[in-house]
């Protein structure tokens, strides 16, 4: 029988780091690693907290899209709610619930988790966990978070799955949170729901959630 297919999550030493640069909310690093008979190598990259990400579907099999300006890329682009994990403590649910709240004004009842990745591991060191949420409800007016910035102003749009996996194929959206949380909805649907892990359940690519 083969080996399970599984990343192997196994740091190399590093003989030297320093920050290359500060930034306004990650910096860059500069390693030196040893990578054994292979020698040395040094790398740079972006040291980032890790980011959850929300896929909200109702009970129509429609996700809640949300419509940010994404400065790098000089669009306004279809995502789903996301953030940063930059609240000390916080567990990741937990903020995965308030970017959920704040940016689309919903509460879920059930929450699991759909699928991690990471997102460019030769330039940054973000893991992202994307979380289904379903038995949604509206946060009440009173309660509601307000918006500024690129959020200002943001629309949000109920789309059926197959529309934003035809919408992806057809090369019109291209985010790559969105692209991985339709694909894994679908795939994870078609298999009864079945591949889902729970709100807690390990998160081996970010270090601070292996366990």
């Known amino acids: 029988m083969s080996e399970e297919l ?6 190399m030493p590093v003989v030297h780091s320093e920050v290359a640069m500060h930034g306004m909310v ?11 008979e292979a020698g040395e190598v040094t790398r740079e990259y972006v040291r980032h907290p890790g980011a959850v990400a929300v896929a909200a579907l109702d009970e129509q099999g429609r996700l809640c899209l949300i419509q ?5 890329v000089r669009a306004f682009e279809w995502e789903i709610p996301a953030g940063l994990l930059d609240v000390t403590g916080e567990p990741p649910h937990v903020g995965a619930a308030r970017e959920l709240h704040e940016e689309a004004d919903l509460v879920a009842a059930t929450w699991h988790v759909l699928a991690d990745y990471v997102s460019s591991p030769g330039g940054l060191d973000e893991a992202l966990r994307i979380y289904l949420a379903r038995d949604l409800s509206p946060v009440p007016e009173a309660e509601r978070h307000v918006r500024d910035g690129e959020e200002l102003g943001m629309p949000v749009r109920w ?3 197959e529309e934003i996996r035809d919408a992806v194929l057809a090369g019109r959206i ?9 694909l894994a909805a679908l795939a994870a649907r078609d298999l ?7 709100h807690d359940a390990p998160w081996p690519s970010h270090p601070a959630y292996r366990s």
């Open 159 to 161: 789309v059926p799955l």
């Open 174 to 182: 291209h985010n790559a949170t969105i692209v991985i949380a339709v």
């Open 6 to 11: 599984a990343d192997r999550h196994e740091a």
């Open 26 to 36: 990650w910096d860059i690093v500069r390693d030196t690693v040893d990578l054994g």
């Open 68 to 72: 940010q300006y994404r400065h790098p």
């Open 192 to 198: 009864g729901w079945t591949t889902l892990r729970t």
